[in-house]
């Protein structure tokens, strides 16, 4: 069965900190995208991240960067230096790749910025 | 890049209405559009996926009859909530794929409200 686990419900750091988001995912397919949306209070789903379950290089993206680790099926998200902007809620997702139906989402991380 | 734009983006209404919630790509063909609720606090769930000119097909649980879903054109899915109940009050949002391969983009959500 698909399912995607974000552990943590809500993390409070202090501006300029760095933060790690955890998200872990169960699947049976060999290929498939993992992807991290950002969710402000305003509701709509920011895109940040699709990873191919192929690719395992980790990557960065300005302030943000992602460790993927098939063998313990993890895909975590660390903010640098963290800003008041960057509160929000942070879904990670797991689609099966051939057709892409299927969007598994995790319970979200709310993480609030303190400035 | 692809834009997809809901409508309208927040709806307050009385029990037993029925209230239509629209979803367009703006600059792609969208074969296939999906429709998630959300619940406050809560993650994304699938209602149904919908492909342009066939019926669509609702997740386990959903009721076709309260939740219509029409895709009549590439590029519009209409999602209506039929004698909408307080319980029915919820953040509803869309999404659209170009082709089978290609990924989701999502909308920016309406939120409804059932007094």
């Known amino acids: 069965a698909q399912k995607v686990t974000q552990a943590q419900t809500e993390i409070s750091v202090v501006e300029k900190e760095d933060v790690t988001l955890d998200c872990v995912y169960e699947?049976?397919?060999?290929?498939?995208?993992l992807f991290w949306y950002k969710q402000p209070p305003s509701g709509e789903l920011v895109f940040l991240i699709r990873?191919?379950?192929?690719?395992?290089q980790n990557e960065i993206s300005g302030r943000y960067s992602w460790n993927f680790q098939k063998s313990t099926s993890s895909f975590n998200f660390t903010i640098t230096a963290s800003q008041v902007v960057d509160s929000a809620v942070y879904f990670c997702?797991?689609?099966?790749?051939?057709?892409?139906?299927?969007?598994?989402f995790g319970t979200g991380t709310s993480l609030t910025v303190i400035p | 890049g692809a834009v997809v734009s809901q409508h309208p983006s927040r709806v307050i209404c009385k029990s037993g209405t029925s209230v239509k919630i629209e979803c367009r790509s703006l600059?792609?063909?969208?074969?296939?559009m999906f429709w998630y609720r959300q619940f406050p606090k809560q993650s994304l769930m699938l209602m149904a996926t919908?492909?342009?000119?066939?019926?669509?097909?609702?997740e386990q649980g959903v009721e076709k009859d309260k939740f219509l879903i029409n895709h009549a054109s590439l590029t519009l899915s209409t999602l209506t909530v039929t004698s909408a109940h307080p319980e029915d009050s919820s953040f509803y949002i869309c999404?659209?794929?170009?082709?089978?391969?290609?990924?989701?983009?999502f909308g920016d959500g309406t939120r409804l409200s059932i007094l």
């Open positions: 919908s492909n342009e000119g066939s019926k669509a097909t609702y």
């Open positions: 600059d792609f063909q969208a074969t296939t």
């Open positions: 699947t049976r397919d060999t290929t498939y995208y």
């Open positions: 990873r191919n379950s192929f690719d395992e």
């Open positions: 999404s659209a794929r170009g082709g089978q391969y290609q990924p989701q983009h």
């Open positions: 997702a797991l689609s099966e790749a051939i057709t892409g139906n299927q969007f598994y």
